[in-house]
């Protein structure tokens, strides 16, 4: 009798502990999500930030061999170009940070038969 009451209680507290886990686990994985879509657009407002500097920097460099026309189309090919660039390494990023199959809440251990 005692016997039984002592697997009975540790089944209990294995299912305590596993869902303890399964909500720190989903918990963890809120977070990670959140903090990844803080940080894509804390860098999408630093690079606009970037790119209207870019296009407001009126002084031709010396190595350029064009008028300010020529200069402002150069500058805003080079934005768009890094645009994309950038856009792909973010596309690349969320790639690598998304799992390749769902999580499983679950654990497969077998539980005691009461």
Known sequence: ???IKKIVSMSTEMEEREEEWKTRFNDQEIATRRNSKKLLIVSEMSSKKKREENAEQSKIPSWFGGDQAQWNE????RDAELQKIQATAEKNALKRLKPNHQ???KLSRKRPST
């Open 1 to 3: 009798m005692i016997l």
């Open 74 to 77: 150069y500058r805003a090919d």
């Open 103 to 105: 999580p499983k809440t």
